[in-house]
Structure formats: C-alpha cells, structure tokens
C-alpha cells in the first residue's frame, strides 16, 4: 500500500492521532481516563520505522490492532500493515462464549429443565441471535480500525487484477 503523504506528514500524522501507551495494559487508571484534553483516534506505540495502533476507546473496545512498518522508496511512502487480534484468548472468548453458553443451556433443558420445552425455544433463539450479534459486531470493528487507519493516513489501496 502506498500513502498520499510524505514520511515527515506521516510521523506527524502518527503523533498526532494516536495516544501513547502498551496495547497489552488496557485497564491501568491512564486507560480508564484518557489523557486531558482532545481525544485521539488510536491509542498503541510507534516510532521511526513500525506502529502498533488500535482504536482508543475505553467504552467500546477492540480486540484488533494494526501493526505495521512504513519506509520512504523513491519519494514513495509504502506502508506494509495487517489487522490481527491484540490477544487470541479474548477473540476466541467473543466469538464462542455464545456457543458455549448454547451448549450448556442445552444440556441444562435436557437432564434438569423437563416441562421448559417452551422455555428452552426461546432461550435458544435468542442465544443464537446474540452468536450471530457477536460475529458480526467483531467484523464491524475490524473493519470501522481499518478504514479509519485507511481515512487518517491517506492510504491508497493497491488495484487487484
């Protein structure tokens, strides 16, 4: 991918949207209350080659980051980045605690729960709706760091052929 910016406007761009601070510490008490002043974007680390941003959010957090490196070729600014999960123990929690729980109302209807049979119906349609809620919310965040990284940086998207 290729930035429309130069790599002084990128740095600056980087310091001024993004709050510094681990990704791995989310709940020390500079989490929990943002920095006076303007909010910004991200919140993660960087310096003069790679970054590791995620969304600065307290109240709705991601469990994505974007880590990448940037280098200047030729008065071209390349920026090499993925999106991944910041920890695969709470990404795996999201996206199966539903079927989990599913799982267990279930066999909790079947050994304990004989004369719920309506009960249980709606026990499970509405446990399967937050399943599919969970997924689809996850991929939203995902994609909402994404474009805002995209948006922010000026990143041009390479043409697929």
Known sequence: MQSKLNITEFRERLRNSTEFGSLKVNLSPFRLFPSFGGKKPFYGFFDDESFHLTINSVKSPTYFIIIGKYKNVNNILKVDCIVEANSK??????????????????????????????????????????????????D??????????????????????
């Open 89 to 138: 123990i709470q990404l795996f929690w999201v996206k199966f605690s539903p079927v989990i729980c599913l799982v267990a109302i279930n066999l909790f209807f079947l050994f304990f729960g004989k004369g719920l049979r309506k009960g249980s119906t709606i026990v499970n349609l509405f446990l399967l709706v937050i399943i599919f809620y969970s997924r689809w919310k996850e």
């Open 140 to 161: 939203r965040k995902r994609r909402k760091l994404e474009q805002k990284f995209i948006e922010i940086f000026e990143i041009k998207l390479a043409s697929k052929k």
